[in-house]
T-cell receptor, first 113, second 114 residues
Framework: AQSVTQLGSHVSVSEGALVLLRCNYSSSVPPYLFWYVQYPNQGLQLLLK??????LVKGINGFEAEFKKSETSFHLTKPSAHMSDAAEYFC???????????FGAGTRLTVKP | EAQVTQNPRYLITVTGKKLTVTCSQN?????MSWYRQDPGLGLRQIYYSMNVEVTDKGDVPEGYKVSRKEKRNFPLILESPSPNQTSLYFC?????????????FGEGSRLTVL
């Protein structure tokens, strides 16, 4: 079965600095990859997804992620952090014809003034 | 507005007292699922349903039951709750199997079992 590993349970950056949240996946078939964001006291909402085609995908709020098959990675980046980006971020993987989505343990992003 | 609605949002109960967490979606989604979220463990799937009257176990089904009598509703039942079921629970839905699998989540139900 597919799985994901998120490196770093907590990441802290200064406002305006680069955000980099790491995700590596394992899948025996071509994966669908997702990043979800969870703001305090809310459910998860989709940030961006990769299915097929262009490997660099852009999401909401200035985030983007690049699918690198050779590295089995799908790292999330944002050039300049805002205070409003403070949240928990989850990487997830699923495969075609299988609704079994697997989530990573999550990375809590803190943005310092 | 497209949404997944869970109730209650917060609940404190005692060991052994049966409870039900309701989940309803208005997007005509065939697939629905329950997850629990615990610190350091991310989201783990409890049960899922591919369609009406079709349910199956996820990774952590022990101590839980579900039913899918209608397409829009997918309640989670704890017949005899125990303290290790204290957690944050999420219901999610998506289109039928074969799509990209994007999930739509409810706002969560925080359960404390004393």
């Amino acid at each position: 079965a597919q799985s994901v590993t998120q490196l770093g349970s907590h990441v802290s950056v200064s406002e305006g600095a680069l955000v980099l949240l790491r995700c590596n996946y394992s899948s025996s078939v071509p994966p669908y990859l997702f990043w979800y964001v969870q703001y305090p006291n809310q459910g998860l909402q989709l940030l961006l997804k990769y299915t097929t085609g262009a490997t660099l995908v852009k999401g909401i709020n200035g985030f983007e992620a690049e699918f690198k098959k050779s590295e089995t990675s799908f790292h999330l980046t944002k050039p300049s952090a805002h205070m409003s980006d403070a949240a928990e971020y989850f990487c997830a993987v699923s495969v075609l014809r299988n609704n079994d989505m697997r989530f990573g343990a999550g990375t809590r992003l803190t943005v310092k003034p | 507005e497209a949404q997944v609605t869970q109730n209650p949002r917060y609940l404190i109960t005692v060991t052994g007292k049966k409870l039900t967490v309701t989940c309803s979606q208005n997007m005509n989604h065939e697939y629905m699922s329950w997850y629990r979220q615990d610190p350091g463990l991310g989201l783990r799937q409890i049960y899922y349903s591919m369609n009406v009257e079709v349910t199956d176990k996820g990774d952590v089904p022990e101590g839980y039951k579900v039913s899918r009598k209608e397409k829009r509703n997918f309640p989670l039942i704890l017949e005899s709750p125990s303290p290790n079921q204290t957690s944050l629970y999420f219901c999610a839905s998506s289109l039928a199997q074969g799509n990209t699998g994007e999930l739509f989540f409810g706002e969560g139900s925080r359960l404390t079992v004393l």
